[in-house]
């Protein structure tokens, strides 16, 4: 029945062929034919499938040949150069398709060329993410240099119109007869289409891969061969040529010899891949930057499945009962590499924190290991967040008086593609004069973004860029002025804040809020503390004379021990003058105090204190001036003190006194 | 000139300690300004001496505050 069908819908192409009339596409054909004899015989597509996968076959054979058709004349200029080995490997394990080309390039020329031309074809082109050529020193698998010569669109007047022509420079032209190892490696994205592209939880999912069995190039190839990596999984089916060998994993195509520019023999692949599909539809990432010693890192994430779109009802019972086999296709976790010493790591989503996470690290990367709130299978979405904080000396430099950031550009997760990257630097307030340098063609502009302890918010410079793999993990800088002093931005806002509350205080305090300023309770209050006052002020005064009476003995010990009686008038003179100034400010507080009906219960006290301290005031002088009398006389040591000796009894007890009163006269 | 590494002015290790002992000599400030405010009657205050206490107590307490937003990770 099957049989039936295919041979009636050859007989069909074969006709619509017919009318085209090319001989080329017969070729075609008879390749097509190989291809259906591989698919009779598996058994596991339903018959609808496999008529699917023939009309998509034939409408990607039939692009091709479109393709194909004016690329037969070369001009001059390729003439010259000859590619005398090419050696392309195909990498399918993953959703990321990468292609190694290594190509030795001859001059056959007179003319030195210093321009290698490389062509992608449109259909991959759309889906190109990455390309990169690097000479190959020495010979044969040579370590390849890491540095990347510089690539431009390129335009030739014959090439054929869905074809995109890149020009590689290289560093020195190749001289006649001379001849150089070239690498160039492409990445594509979403270029294996899930076939068939709706599968329930139990399928596997597969997927279809075309290219070209030769290398298409503009010029001519002398030999060559083809390697495609598949994953060790099922082959549903291949291209088969009379040159085409499978081994293990592996499949061969070529070698093949002479082949004039622009050839093209498309081949394609279905098999089995179940690696997971993570696409970011967007993902933001944050870099943060605090001169206090942190560069933190949120990413946001909003994640898709992109491989072949899930069908039908999802069981949980079955996926956790088997999910090898009831699911396959999805993936349940992703790991991150961070870089060392990262800290603070969280992973979150809007409900909250997702706990199914796992961190560990050594000394050289930090692997976190994230599963979504629930697995993924084709066209599931998901968004989360993860954060980390890392060390600012790993990733902040100064140069001549500028500072620089330098970290990578893309996401840490293992093989995500990212279909829109944007990644905002924030740099601390107060930062001029930035720049980013990125080494692939990126949008940016800048923002500002107010965050903790911001006044005009911090300078942000965003770099969007699409179609992201991981190979564009490069180091990226951004340059900007700063000012040490600027930190203090920060520091001095808490401050200040704080010292508005104090102000606040003292202001509060010294603010009479009372409503009513006649009432009698006010009033009583108001002259309370005036008495309050002045009753402080008088404890000064008094603190004041004792001091100076300290001042007098002080001048006595001195006279006994060097006999020098002028010192010691001159004291008392200055003593004396002191003493009576501050008895000329003492008089107005205590005619206060009598005058006052509020302080009536500590005038008393206070008349004593003065009283008291006028005596102990007396006796001191007393005591001095006969001290200095004897001196004068040049009396005894025993004899100055039996004069003195009943003065000092009493300055002791009048002193004890005093300072009783001086207590109780501070409490009020 | 080759690139110099920039970090922090002070050891991110000792933010912590940092914070406790500046807060702790802040509130102590903070305490005796307000001992003061409550004791002195408003005619013997001395608007210097509040100021000064004022100012050295805050410029504690926005270094505290700062280290312990720091040790406790929210990067100003």
């Given at each position: 029945m099957h049989r039936c069908n295919l041979r009636l819908k050859r007989v069909r192409e074969v006709r619509w062929l017919r009318l085209v009339g090319s001989p080329l596409r017969l070729g075609l054909l008879k390749l097509r034919e190989n291809r259906i004899m591989t698919t009779t015989t598996t058994t596991t597509m339903t018959s609808r499938r496999r008529r699917r996968l023939d009309l998509l076959l034939f409408l990607s054979v039939f692009t091709f040949a479109i393709l194909l058709s004016p690329a037969l004349s070369s001009s001059s200029d390729t003439d010259l150069i000859i590619l005398s080995k090419v050696d392309r490997r195909v990498d399918l394990s993953t959703q990321i398709v990468r292609i190694t080309t290594s190509l030795k390039v001859e001059n056959t020329g007179s003319d030195p060329v210093s321009e290698i031309l490389v062509s992608i074809p449109d259909m991959q082109g759309k889906h190109l993410a990455y390309l990169k050529a690097a000479l190959r020193e020495g010979k044969g698998k040579g370590k390849a240099s890491g540095v990347g010569l510089p690539i431009n669109v390129a335009q030739l007047k014959d090439a054929p119109p869905a074809l995109t022509l890149y020009s590689v420079s290289l560093p020195k032209g190749l001289g006649k007869g001379e001849s150089l190892n070239l690498d160039v490696l492409t990445v594509f994205t979403h270029v294996l289409e899930p076939f068939p592209q709706k599968i329930t939880q139990a399928d596997i999912q597969l997927l279809v891969f075309q290219d070209s069995a030769y290398y298409l190039s503009p010029y001519t190839v002398k030999a060559q061969s083809l390697t495609i990596k598949l994953p060790d999984a099922r082959i549903e089916s291949y291209t088969k040529l009379e040159t085409t060998k499978l081994q293990g994993s592996e499949l061969k195509y070529g070698p093949y010899e002479n082949l004039p520019p622009f050839s093209y023999l498309p081949i394609v692949v279905h098999f089995e891949n179940n690696h997971p599909f993570a696409v970011a539809k967007e993902l933001v990432r944050e870099i943060e930057i605090s001169h206090w010693g942190n560069v933190q890192i949120t990413e946001h994430y909003s994640l898709v499945h992109g491989g072949a779109q899930s069908e039908g009802e999802f069981s949980r019972l079955d996926y956790q009962a088997r999910p090898y086999v009831?699911?396959?296709?999805?993936?349940r976790s992703l790991v991150a590499k961070l870089p060392p010493r990262a800290h603070s790591v969280y992973y979150r989503d809007e409900i909250g924190n997702i706990s199914t996470s796992n961190l560990w690290g050594d000394s050289k990367k930090t692997q976190l290991e994230i599963e979504p709130r629930y697995p993924m299978f084709g066209g599931w979405k998901t968004e989360f967040t993860i954060g980390y904080g890392l060390p600012l000396q790993d990733f902040l430099f100064g140069s001549d008086g500028k500072r620089f950031l330098n970290i990578t550009f893309g996401s840490p997760m293992n093989e995500l593609v990212i279909d829109t990257l944007f990644v905002k630097v924030v740099l601390p307030e107060g930062s001029k004069e930035i720049s980013a340098s990125v080494p692939f063609p990126v949008k940016q502009w800048q923002e500002t973004k107010i965050s903790h302890l911001n006044i005009a918010g911090r300078p942000v410079i965003v770099l969007e860029k699409s179609n992201v793999v991981p190979e564009h993990n490069e180091y990226f800088q951004v340059y900007y002025k700063f000012n040490s002093l600027s930190m203090l931005r920060e520091p001095l806002m808490l401050i200040s804040g704080f010292f508005f509350l104090f102000v606040a205080y003292i202001v509060y305090m010294r603010a009479d809020l009372s409503i009513s300023k006649s009432s009698a309770s006010y009033l009583a209050n108001l002259q309370w503390e005036e008495v309050q006052a002045t009753v402080q002020q008088l404890h000064n005064i008094i603190s004041r004379c004792l001091k100076t009476h300290d001042k007098l003995e002080a001048s006595l010990r001195d006279l006994s021990r060097t006999g020098d009686v002028q010192a010691c008038k001159a004291t008392r003179k200055s003593v004396d003058t002191l003493l009576k100034e501050l008895s000329k400010e003492l008089k107005p507080l205590v005619a206060f105090l009598q005058s006052s009906p509020q302080a009536s219960q500590v005038f008393p006290k206070v008349e004593e204190l003065v009283v008291k301290e006028k005596d102990l005031q007396e006796r001191v002088m007393a005591k001095h001036s006969t001290v200095v009398d004897c001196y004068e006389k040049k009396l005894g040591g025993r004899e100055i003190e039996n004069r003195v000796a009943s003065h000092q009894q009493k300055i002791t007890a009048l002193r004890q006194e005093v300072d009783d009163l001086m207590d109780i006269i501070d409490e009020i | 000139m080759a690139p110099k590494a920039i970090g922090s002015p002070v050891p991110d290790a000792w933010y912590p300690t940092l914070s406790v002992f500046t807060l702790a000599i802040g509130l102590v400030l903070t305490a005796f300004f307000f001992i003061y405010e409550a004791t002195t009657s408003r005619k013997t205050r001395s608007l210097a001496q509040e100021l000064t206490t004022a100012a050295v107590a805050s410029f504690f307490l926005g270094f505290g505050s700062l280290f312990l937003l720091l040790a406790s990770g929210v990067y100003v």
């Open positions: 009831r699911g396959a296709s999805a993936f | -």
